[in-house]
């Protein structure tokens, strides 16, 4: 982890806090490219990600935008309410699992709510290449928007397009004239909600984009990870040559940890692949938004900190 000071903290809207997190005195943090991500220590338990939303040419911070979500596990409620200006605070060096590539035609980035946040950064870069972009905000009709005077400044002012989430119709309308029938070697990028991205997605699809112009990313696993079905399942390592068993109230995570066997982890909701480990024998029951679906067939690899086991073992190489 490396120790950075929360030089800016600025409130965008009710929900929605921006922090920026400078290199300390006489230190560097490290380069990034636009899409990725930093882990952020909550407190001696809770390690968060978040995307970083400012631009890859500034050397010496990271802005991140932190919502105040009800429905969250902890982590920005705390943030919103103990993080303070010129606090140090510790992060990951950044992560990317949404890269931003090189393209020659017009990129359209379409963002929901807080998933905006890694497609400003894409368009910071984009504008530096002097690459031609559109940027689309979808957000909740409200009085003071976040993110609203950044994205009507420049580099995107005359490139943004933000959407008043009305209702489910209008958007539809709205977002598939801003997609539109494709265009040789186009490219969208999106980021928000899971039906939100799977909606672009269809929209694309229905005007011909093809699927390998199409990228997006999964800011949580919408897949419920814990039901009253879940089994117990036997967990063999294959290196250490000892086996852990894996309670029906616990994840596998939880288990080797219990067992004294620490595995590094971030997200723990099956999002990250931090956690990944490779499996020699058993079926896996997954569970996580990481792997594709051609991967999961393969019943090779599993993330302990959601997935479970079909089979009633796991062989796995540890
Ligand atoms: S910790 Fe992120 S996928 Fe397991």
Same mark, same amino acid.
């Not at 999002?271 to 051609?294: F, N, Q, S, W």
């Given at each position: 982890?490396?120790?950075?000071?929360?030089?800016?903290?600025?409130?965008?809207?009710?929900?929605?806090?921006?922090?920026?997190?400078?290199?300390?005195?006489?230190?560097?943090?490290?380069?990034?490219?636009?899409?990725?991500?930093?882990?952020?220590?909550?407190?001696?338990?809770?390690?968060?990600?978040?995307?970083?939303?400012?631009?890859?040419?500034?050397?010496?911070?990271?802005?991140?935008?932190?919502?105040?979500?009800?429905?969250?596990?902890?982590?920005?409620?705390?943030?919103?309410? !103990?993080?303070?200006? %010129? #606090?140090? /605070?510790?992060?990951?060096? +950044?992560?990317?699992?949404? $890269? *931003?590539?090189?393209?020659? @035609?017009?990129?359209?980035?379409?963002?929901?709510?807080?998933?905006?946040?890694?497609?400003?950064?894409?368009?910071?870069?984009?504008?530096?290449?002097?690459?031609?972009?559109?940027?689309?905000?979808?957000?909740?009709?409200?009085?003071?928007?976040?993110?609203?005077?950044?994205?009507?400044?420049?580099?995107?002012?005359?490139?943004?397009?933000?959407?008043?989430?009305?209702?489910?119709?209008?958007?539809?309308?709205?977002?598939?004239?801003?997609?539109? !029938?494709?265009?040789? %070697? #186009?490219? /969208?990028?999106?980021?928000? +909600?899971?039906?939100?991205? $799977? *909606?672009?997605?269809?929209? @694309?699809?229905?005007?011909?984009?093809?699927?390998?112009?199409?990228?997006?990313?999964?800011?949580?696993?919408?897949?419920?990870?814990?039901?009253?079905?879940?089994?117990?399942?036997?967990?063999?390592?294959?290196?250490?040559?000892?086996?852990?068993?894996?309670?029906?109230?616990?994840?596998?995570?939880?288990?080797?940890?219990?067992?004294?066997?620490?595995?590094?982890?971030?997200?723990?909701?099956?999002?990250?692949?931090?956690?990944?480990?490779?499996?020699?024998?058993?079926?896996?029951?997954?569970?996580?938004?990481?792997?594709?679906?051609?991967?999961?067939? *393969?019943?090779?690899?599993?993330?302990?900190?959601?997935?479970?086991?079909?089979?009633?073992?796991?062989?796995?190489?540890?």
């Amino acid at each position: 982890m490396i120790d950075v000071v929360i030089s800016e903290h600025e409130k965008l809207s009710d929900a929605v806090l921006k922090l920026t997190l400078s290199a300390l005195k006489g230190e560097q943090l490290p380069e990034f490219k636009a899409g990725a991500h930093i882990d952020v220590r909550v407190n001696d338990s809770i390690v968060r990600q978040y995307s970083i939303c400012s631009a890859a040419s500034a050397k010496d911070a990271y802005s991140i935008a932190v919502l105040n979500d009800p429905n969250s596990r902890g982590g920005s409620m705390h943030i919103h309410r !103990e993080f303070k200006a %010129g #606090q140090i /605070v510790q992060i990951s060096a +950044p992560r990317n699992l949404f $890269e *931003l590539g090189e393209h020659s @035609a017009p990129v359209l980035l379409i963002g929901a709510g807080i998933g905006i946040t890694p497609l400003l950064s894409m368009g910071y870069t984009l504008a530096e290449r002097g690459q031609d972009f559109t940027i689309c905000y979808l957000h909740k009709p409200a009085e003071h928007v976040a993110f609203q005077s950044e994205l009507l400044s420049e580099p995107f002012a005359g490139k943004s397009v933000l959407i008043p989430a009305v209702n489910r119709q209008t958007t539809r309308q709205q977002l598939k004239s801003l997609i539109g !029938e494709y265009q040789d %070697g #186009q490219h /969208v990028y999106t980021c928000g +909600p899971a039906g939100f991205m $799977e *909606l672009v997605f269809e929209l @694309a699809d229905v005007q011909n984009w093809p699927s390998q112009s199409l990228h997006k990313e999964m800011f949580q696993n919408d897949v419920d990870n814990s039901t009253d079905a879940d089994k117990s399942f036997t967990l063999h390592l294959t290196k250490s040559a000892c086996s852990v068993q894996v309670s029906a109230e616990q994840t596998a995570l939880e288990a080797l940890d219990e067992a004294g066997i620490e595995i590094d982890a971030s997200c723990e909701q099956g999002v990250c692949g931090t956690c990944l480990l490779k499996v020699v024998d058993g079926k896996v029951d997954h569970r996580d938004a990481y792997l594709t679906e051609e991967e999961k067939r *393969l019943h090779n690899q599993f993330t302990p900190c959601c997935s479970r086991a079909l089979s009633s073992s796991l062989s796995i190489e540890l």
